[in-house]
């Protein structure tokens, strides 16, 4: 920096050379002025460089260090290390290759560079190291010089990056075991759709399919079955999250509501009702939510359902899609202990076509989630006349899962 002081004949400037170190809760500053700006270019491009050097004399046993190679051992320039002190701050499994470059000097060679790593202060520096020998008229070796170039940081950055990739490997081997886990488990509790609601005149059809771009499956899930009292139980509904403890969650409402049905003269909002209470009460899902929509179709053909946050069936008929009103939709799961659901009632007729889906069929990133939906009414409106089966199966060929960030479940039940 230059420094300016005014002297009793003027003002005197010079270029001072300051460093500055810790010394417990203090800095320890020190200067001088410099030698020449030659001097002052050395001393920045050693440090920007991260370099220095240094001059053994094997004759006299002086020894010469640029401040650059002070920097990098953290020594004081007027007591740089001998070559027997450098020879011990070599790492003991470095020692071979230091050994072989010293060899090579002390013969009159010059042996090509090499990354030896020494203990300073109990820090481990990595110096890439050149040397060149001075000979004399009678050909030996009266002084070793040696060039140093620290690689310190860029070790250390390769170790990080080496170490981020490796937990990177980790997480990913991780994911897909967990992944592969939940799949089966999946396969496992979902059911197939029961034959038995043919009895009330209903064909069903059933998907699930996992988004390509999760790594983990949902907690998309669906239930038919033919109850004991003739109604047919109707449900679908999304645990929020992926992976294990979504499958958990989603195990847990599926069983749940499976018991919860059996009691006789249930409407679907009392049902909906006691699955809240369930979720709410449970300290292990304290902050998982939870949608559904649960229903039941009697011997009258009457669709009695409920909705706790869940996206609005769709119905076509008569060549018409549109989705089904749902004034009556009330919060998710989880959210509040004590609430009661409502029932609504949509008579179905001949040829009704239900759809029920979760919202990974219609959410896209960036876009409005009525738009998803509108398309799945136009793809619906394509599928009049078809079979449960068939309606399933043409909606199905027009998804396209690598484009959707979430796993979705489809459930289809015709009044035949």
Known sequence: M?????????????????????????????????????????????????????????????????????????????RPLSLPELCDAVLLEDVPRFGKLLTGLLDGEEPPGVEVRFSVFGEIRTLHLVGRPVLSTDGLVWSVHLIARGLTTQVRSRQRLAATRRQSDHLRQEAAAERRVASVLREALLPTHSGELAGLGLSVAAAYVPAESVAAVGGDWYKCRLLPDGRGLIAIGDACGHGLGAVARMAQQRHALAGLAHAPGTHAGELTTWLNELLCGDPAAETATATAIIGHVDARRDFRWACAGHLAPLLLRDGRATALDTAHREPLFGMLPGHEYATATLALRPGDLLLLYTDGMVERRGEDITTGIDALLSELVACDGLTAQEALDRIMAAYTPETHEDDTCLLAIRLD
């Not at 810790?22 to 020190?30: F, H, M, Q, R, Y």
């Not at 050395?42 to 640029?66: C, E, K, P």
Request: proline residues 1%.
């Open 2 to 78: 230059d420094y300016t002081e005014r002297r009793g004949d003027g003002l005197h400037r010079t270029q001072l050379l300051y460093e500055a170190a810790s010394c417990g809760d203090n800095v320890l500053a020190t200067w001088r002025p410099t030698h020449d700006r030659a001097e002052l270019l050395s001393r920045d491009a050693q440090y920007i460089a991260s370099m220095g050097w240094g001059t053994w004399d094997l004759l006299s046993g002086d020894t010469t260090w640029s401040e650059g190679l002070c920097w990098l051992f953290r020594t004081d320039a007027t």
